[in-house]
Nanobody
């Protein structure tokens, strides 16, 4: 059993900052990719940022230069530092991780429960 627990969401004014955290726990052998996605009301879930186990990153164009993804492999945790927030960043933010749970090869995708980020204008 694997669990991803997000924290750090909330209400912030436009131009402000928030830091999201997502900690993985349970039967973890190794974690490969980790990332953040977001879903606004009535819209599909979209990629925000991803990071590999070696630290390579990729960002959605809409957040480049404002958001930074990082991870602490020793803590099985991924972070999303969000600066210069805009009202259009308002969404539920979900953590995602690809986790190998045993010595048997193969990874599974896991999702957190989501954390609400609301940016007021």
């Amino acid at each position: 059993q694997v669990h991803l627990v997000e924290s750090g969401g909330g209400l912030v004014q436009a131009g402000g900052s928030l830091r999201l955290s997502c900690a993985a726990s349970g039967s973890i052998f190794t974690i490969t990719g980790m990332g953040w996605y977001r879903q606004a009301p009535g819209k599909q879930r979209d990629l925000v940022a991803v990071i590999t186990s070696t630290g390579s990153t990729n960002y959605a164009d809409s957040v480049k230069g404002r958001f930074t993804i990082s991870r602490d492999n020793a803590k099985n945790t991924v972070y999303l530092e969000m600066n210069s927030l805009k009202p259009e960043d308002t969404a539920v933010y979900y953590c995602n991780a690809y986790i190998r749970t045993s010595i048997v090869p193969g990874t599974g995708g896991y999702w957190g429960q989501g954390t609400q980020v609301t940016v007021s204008s």
